[in-house]
Each structure stands twice: as C-alpha cells, then as structure tokens.
C-alpha cells in the first residue's frame, strides 16, 4: 500500500529562547500574518517527493532540490533529474500528486532566526527517524557529558530499535547504561540522578512498559520539582516507541500519551519527521523540564533529509505541515501521514484543508492552533488515541473553550476506537483511523 | 556495651563474580556465635523453630539485652578505661543533642498538631531516634538522605534547621519546601535530603539515583567524589518490588548506598510477621550479593558501630549494604492512627529500652558528661523547639501568586496561549489566578 503524502515543513531552526511570536511589549496585530505566506513564486524552488510505502515498513525516499530558504519541503511533485531510486518512482501515481500552485508553498524571508542557506545546493544527509534521533543524542552527550542513556538494552545491543546504536562503544557502559528488567526503579533511578545533577534520557523499549514506571513518572518525575519548593529541577527525558505498530498485539500497540497527560509538571512531545525528531530530541534533553518525547514504530524508517547545521525546535510549538483555507486538521505522529495522504485526495475533489502537526501533546500551542481555527473555522482532529480521554478529547476542550465564537461547526475528532488492538491486521486497521475516514469527515464537515 | 565484641558484618565471600551454587548455600546459613552479634543469632535460632506467628514480645525476648545489662557486664569485667569506649565526649554530646533534639521536635509536632496547627498525616518518629542519630551524625554535608513519611527527624539530623521544618509543617512560606512539601515530604537541596515520599518504596530508586550519579562523578566525570546515599525505608516496604529491584541494581553496579531498614515490625496495622514470609530481613541482602546485618536499632552506639562499617564501605567503593535496624515506634503510626492493635505490654518493654535514656545512662556511668551538661543540652534543644514553633507561627502563609511557581523548572512548559504568548508571561500567571 503506497502513501503519498507530500508534506510542507517550515521550520524555524531558532534556540528555545527565540521564537517569532509577536513582541510582547507591542500589542499583537490581529490576526498575524501566517507563517507561511506564499512568497513570489521565483523566489525559490523546491520540491520534494516523499514515497511512504507501508509495504516495507515505511521506507521513504524524498527527493529535494535545493533551495534558498533553510527549509525542508516534501510534495508530491516529482521533478526528473533528481535522484530517485526508479523502481519507487515508476510506481508514483501522478494524477494524485497536488500539482496545483497553491500548493507549494512556504514563506521564509520573514522569519527570525532562520539560516539562510545560499544558493550552492549543500550535500546534506537523507536520513531516517531512527538516525536523527540518534544523532540528536550524541549531538547532546558530546555537548554534555552529564547527558546519559538509560534503558533496557540501550547499551550493547544497541537498543531495541537501535536508536542508541554504537553509542556505548564511544561513551561507556555507564553513560549508556542497559538496566536489568525494572521500569519503575530504573526510571526512579533516573529521576535521582537527574536531581542529584546529570541528564539521563530513559528509554522504555515500548512506551507501554513504561505503565510500570506510572509510579514514579506521575509522583516523582511530575510533581518533585514542585513538592520540593523548587529545590530539585529533573531534567529527565523519556522517550520510546508507542503507537499501534504492524501486528504487535494489544499490549505492543499502546498510546499512553493519554494516560500521562493529566500528569501535572511534566510535557509531552510527537515527533513525526527526521526533521523534528532530532530536533525535539535535542530540545528535550536541553530542557531542565521533565519531558515525554514519543515516537512511533512504525516511523523509525521515514526518510528524510536532515540539516547539517545544529538546530533545536521549540518545545512547546507545534508546525504548520499544510496551509489551506476550508478545514483545520489537528494531528500528530503516525496519523499526520494518514491526514496527508487524505489531504491529496481532498485536493483533487476541491478542498484546502490545512494541516497542523500539533508536536506538542501538552502543553497544545494554542496560538497556532487558534490562528488556524479563526482561519478556517472549521476543526477535524485526526489521532492514534482512544477516543476516550485521549488527546484528541482534551484538545476537543480547550478549542471549545478559547475558540468557540471561531467555530463555525462542531469539533470532528477522529480516533481508534476504544478497543484492545487485535492482532489480525484487517481488525487493527479498522481500529485506526484510515485516510479514507479523514475524507469523509471532511467532506462531511464542509458541506 | 558491645564494645570489645563488636557487631561483626557478614561479609560476602563473593563480592567478585563467580560461581555462586556451592558456596551459597552454606554462606546463609553461617549465623555467628551469639555473643558476638546481638539480636541476628538467637532470633534466627529461635524464628527457625517456629512456624507460627509468636507475639513480637516472646520472640524479641531471648534476643533484649537491654543496654544496662552490657554496661553491668562490662563492668564486672575491667573498670571502664575512656580507651575502651565508643565514644568521646564530644560525639556522645552531639548524638544525644540530635536525639533529644528528634524527641522534642516529634513531642511538640504532636502537641500542634492536636492544637490545629498543621493538618493531613503527620507520622512521628519517637523511639526509632537511634537509627537517625546513629547513621546520619556520620555523614557529610554532600551526603544524600532519602526517607519516607517519617522523615522529620531524618531532616534535622541532616542539618535542616527545626524553624524550617516546623514552618513547613505549618504550611508556611518559610518552610524547607516553601510550604509545598507537608510533613510527608521534607526536601533540602541545600543539606541533601532528597526526600520525603509519601508512597512508600518510592524513595529507594530515588536513592539510587544519588548513588548512581556519585559513580557517575567518579567514573565518568572525573571529579574526586566518594559522596554515599542512606535510604531509610521501614520493614512494610521490604516487600515492595521497588526494594527488591534496587538491591539488585545497588549491588549490581557496586553503587555507593546503605539501605537502612527500620524495621518497627508494624506497617500500621500490619504485623511484620504477618506480611512477611520470612521476616528476617537482613537476609535478603546476601540474596543479592551484598552484606546483609541485623543491628540493635535502639542502641545509638551499635547502630553507629554499623553505620561506621557500612558507610565505610561505601565511600571505598566495595558496594552497598544492607543494615536491619530492630527498632520500635512509641506513638501510632500516625498522629490519626488509634494505635489499637498492638500490646500494651510490647509498648511497655520497648519503652524500657528508650534509646536516649540508654545513651544517658551510657554517658553518666562512663564518666563522659556530668548530669549538669545533659540537662544544658535539653534546655537548649527546649528552646530551639519552642523558637522554631514561634517561627512558624510568624511565619507569613504562601501569597497566590506561589500557586503556579515551580511546576516547572522552565515555566514555558505551560505553552503558548491563544494571544501568541507563552503563558508564563501572562501576569495573571505571576499572580496565580491564571488558569492553566
């Protein structure tokens, strides 16, 4: 099954600290200008191609002209003489490529802090998931040497997907440490270092065992800072592969951003693209904020290319994928490919969605989520969460709440059902929420 | 006292890896010549060849030599020479200050706490004093304590001054925890305590943490460091999975940390024999692979004999120890606990073996403080009590503007709000009216 899903990026490769938000000593003008307003079409050229072929675990291959703008863009669009492994381009359906102008799009000239590349195409690295993250890792330990790894075979294995491959080699036994199989003790131990001074990142081998660190996550990692007076800041970073997975069974298959995000004093982060991996990886371990970073197995394949220049992303920002005019799409992780292939199909029938990838599962970046509501005035969330009390259902809330005069319908939140994911894969792909769903929402919606 | 025969600790024969199966075996059943060690010998003896539950009485009583009896002995042996004591007269002053200081905290704790002036669960410490005194007055300031609910006296041992943990008791702003924490939770970066956990098993990761992060120093960082963590944690949870897990892991990476049992055979209402399968606790550290021992918990000079020794091998990097300390709680487990379950006649015995009279007597037969010093210090540690009360009681009550404070260590993890700016910026949030 072949996903096409040309994705939009911008990025602001700013530090933590800058960020292009209006001056707050200036009162906001109303509403700001989107990010990515379309610049002059000479301005720059770029396009991407990113082939998403679900039969071998996701493998993407994307095709990048250079550019003038440090962004990264994916359409569907193929342009000839670039590199393309053939076989993967032969199989490309053009007719479901958006081809049309408006599609292209992204404004960079305006941004604060942004590099500018010049013209020279750079020879920059295609990646995938798997390698951004552990890039931004080693990026971080060479930084820090408080930064360490601790998890079950983190060390010499490699870890489990082989995020932290090679890294025990160069750092150690004990700055990658494989802990025997103790989730709550071992992420308590975390926490212990982390108040005692160093910057351990967890890795749960499945986010889903780290139900059996609840404990310590939601007493300690949550509230210490705060039971402390202040005293104790836990600069820990969870992170590990969640999401329902290719036939894993219904205890491989868990999300448990839903269950963390009442936890009070911790945030929660998605990553969905090499791109923003690395970049919230670094922007986690840098955060003396306890944070959750989630990643999802069937991504650590996702190609992409990746910036040579160090880079951090905002914690708490979440990125604009698609901008369009008719309907906000809310979405993150696995489920923002499923929206934009979704997205292509809506193109060709007429529609503009815009696609909003919220990065951000807690604190939600309210700002851009609202400019788009106010925009659009209609919302689709699209997640991977049960429906009940998941993330799609908080962020179902507090629209309603900040935006309600902006609605102009009610709130469509797509999730799973509320099921135990079955291991026969024609019920765990009615279990997720599928692109030909997302259309018929839409299309359901903007009647 | 049990000077001259000193509290020996087993040691593990396999402190290296090797094969374990032959010598395992005969390794835990190597119980050491009564006179030598009191209470482990006897009580194993004696626990071996019951299988019913005994009341706590019959079963302590062939190992209670009270310290009076030692100290009789003793002198029937030689005339105590200053050379053959414990202790000198400046350590037996400071333990007995920081004892008496425990008990005159933990009374007047309790007489605020009927007065209405601190509220929710307040878990009082009076007659485990020993153990505090007897392993805490060994550390340095970069040490790091972990304790439970019942961690006030942990705390003032440590350093923490009485006026900032009554404060914090009060619920004011003056307090260790800026009125955050409650009794349950007693933190001080300042002298290292790292808590105060209200879930019990909770703290011992944590503790092993601080050690890890000590091995770290010295391994990775470079940088001079031999800093030991005590984790104190009570005989209820030596059956917590948490306890289990971090011995494993202590004595796997030889972390430098004590794991001290104050074992009052009560977890409220829940005998220690009748949770346990086999109660002697001491014995799971050698399951391990790290020394287990059993210690009078009552007597601060034994305790102190141990934590010499266990400390001792921390700071050299042998690896971590398992210490069982039998010690006793006066009050209930707390101040709303009726106290109901246990005999009267327990309560009574235990209360002969009152470990600030013992060290009284310890010093006044030895000739290390008059009576008229003793009394000094009492009036003084009455003072800093009734001082830090009325600190307290001044004290002004957290401002809402303390209500959003340290969530976060970096308060962006509140997000951006819908006007474009993060919401820590918002004064509403300064104020503490924002809702986030």
């Known amino acids: ?447 | 006292m049990a000077c001259s025969a000193t509290t020996r600790i087993i040691h593990n024969p396999l402190a290296i890896s090797s094969s374990r199966s032959a010598e395992k075996s005969d390794f835990s059943c190597k119980i050491l010549s009564p006179s030598s060690f009191w209470g482990s010998a006897s009580l194993g003896k004696k626990l071996l060849s019951v299988n019913k539950a005994i009341s706590p009485i019959s079963r302590r009583s062939a190992t209670v030599v009270a310290v009076s009896d030692v100290v009789k002995e003793k002198k029937l042996k030689s005339s105590s020479s200053v050379s053959n004591l414990l202790i000198t007269k400046e350590e037996g002053l400071v333990l007995y200050e920081d004892m008496v200081l425990g008990r005159a905290f933990e009374d007047m704790c309790a007489q605020m706490y009927y007065r209405g002036k601190m509220f929710g669960f307040v878990h009082l410490y009076n007659g485990q004093e020993a153990v505090s005194t007897g392993f805490i007055k060994l550390l340095k300031k970069e040490d790091c304590v972990v304790s439970t609910y019942r961690d006030h006296v942990h705390a003032l041992s440590k350093g923490v001054p009485a006026r900032q943990v009554m404060s914090e008791l009060f619920g004011k702003t003056t307090g260790c925890c800026r009125g955050q924490g409650g009794s349950m939770h007693m933190f001080s970066k300042e002298h290292n305590v790292l808590g105060g956990f209200a879930f019990i098993g909770e703290g011992i990761p944590v503790a092993t943490g601080a050690a890890f992060t000590s091995k770290y120093k010295r391994e990775v960082l470079k940088e001079d460091c031999d800093e030991v963590t005590l984790a104190f944690f009570g005989d209820g949870t030596c059956n917590n999975g948490q306890f289990f897990e971090c011995l494993n892991m202590a004595a796997l990476w030889k972390l430098p940390i004590v794991f001290v049992v104050e074992n009052n055979l009560w977890a409220i209402g829940m005998s220690h024999l009748r949770a346990t399968s086999d109660p002697e606790i001491w014995k799971k550290g050698p399951a391990f692979g790290m020394p287990g021992v059993h210690v009078d918990g009552m007597d601060v000079l034994k305790v102190r004999e141990v934590a010499i020794e266990a400390v001792g091998r921390a700071r050299r990097g042998e690896g971590p120890t398992l210490v069982e300390c039998e010690t006793y709680r006066f009050r209930g487990h707390s101040l709303a606990d009726p106290d109901e379950l246990r005999d009267p006649a327990e309560k009574a015995h235990y209360a002969t073996r009152d470990p600030i009279t013992a060290l009284k007597k310890y010093i006044l037969e030895n000739k290390l403080a008059s009576e008229a010093e003793l009394k000094a210090i009492e009036k003084k540690i009455d003072e800093v009590v009734e001082d830090s009360v009325e600190f307290a009681d001044k004290s002004p009550v957290p401002a809402r503007s303390q209500l959003l404070e340290n969530v976060f260590a970096d308060p962006r993890g509140f997000g951006i709000g819908p006007d474009g700016k993060y919401r820590c910026e918002d004064p509403k949030f300064t104020e503490g009216t924002a809702q986030v």
Not at chain 1, 286 to 311: C, G, M, Q
Request: net charge neutral; charged share 20%; hydrophobic share 35%.
């Open chain 1, 1 to 447: 099954m072949w996903l096409c899903s040309p994705l939009i990026h911008s990025y602001s490769s700013t530090s933590l600290s800058s960020r292009h938000r209006p001056n707050r000593h200036n009162p906001p003008p109303s509403p700001p200008p989107h990010p990515l307003t379309p610049p002059p079409r000479s301005s720059f050229s770029v396009k991407v191609a990113c082939l998403i072929d679900l039969s071998s675990n996701l493998e993407v291959h994307c095709i990048e002209r250079k550019t003038s703008f440090f962004f990264i863009h994916c359409d569907g669009s193929l342009t000839s003489g670039l590199n393309l492994r053939n076989s993967r381009s032969a199989r490309l359906s053009t007719n479901a490529v958006a081809t049309k102008q408006d599609n292209v799009t992204a404004s960079t000239a305006s941004k604060p802090g942004v590099t500018n590349v010049d013209e020279t195409p750079p020879s920059k690295p295609i990646g995938n998931i798997l390698e951004a993250l552990r890039e931004g890792l080693e990026e971080e330990m060479e930084r820090d040497p408080r930064v360490c790894v601790m998890g079950e075979d983190v060390g010499h294995y490699g870890g489990s997907y082989k995020v932290t491959k090679g890294l025990a080699t160069k750092y150690g036994d004990l700055r990658v440490l494989d802990t025997p199989i103790a989730e709550n003790s071992f992420t308590g131990m975390a926490i212990g270092a982390a108040m005692t001074g160093l910057r351990p990142i967890v890795e749960g081998m499945n986010m889903g065992f780290l139900l059996l660190a609840f404990n310590q996550i939601s007493n300690n990692c949550g509230m210490l800072h705060y039971t402390s007076g202040g005293q104790f800041k836990i600069p820990i970073v969870i992170r590990g592969p969640g999401g329902v997975g290719r036939q894993l069974g219904a205890e491989h298959s868990q999300r448990l951003e839903s269950y963390f995000q009442s936890i009070p004093g911790i945030q929660m982060v998605a990553c969905s693209t090499p791109y923003n991996a690395k970049g919230l990886m670094k922007a986690a371990i840098r955060s003396d904020n306890p944070v959750i970073l989630f990643e999802h197995v069937l991504l650590y394949n996702l190609k992409e290319r990746i910036p040579d220049e160090e880079y951090v992303l905002n914690l708490e920002e979440a990125e604009m994928v698609r901008p369009g005019e008719h309907v906000t799409i809310l979405t993150y992780s696995r489920m923002r490919y499923h929206v934009m292939q979704a997205a292509k199909t809506l193109v060709n029938k007429g529609y503009d969605p815009e696609v909003i990838d919220i990065r951000s599962l807690k604190p939600f970046d309210l700002y851009t989520i609202g400019n788009s509501v106010k925009k659009t005035h209609r919302v689709v969330i699209v997640e991977e969460c049960m429906r009940t009390g998941g993330i799609g259902a908080s962020l179902t809330a507090s629209i309603n709440e900040n935006f309600h005069d902006y609605l102009d319908a009610p709130i469509v939140c797509l999730s799973s059902q509320d099921v135990p994911t079955p291991y026969a894969g024609t019920l765990e792909e009615w279990t997720v929420v599928q692109p030909a769903q997302i259309v018929a929402a839409v299309e359901q919606l903007c009647r």
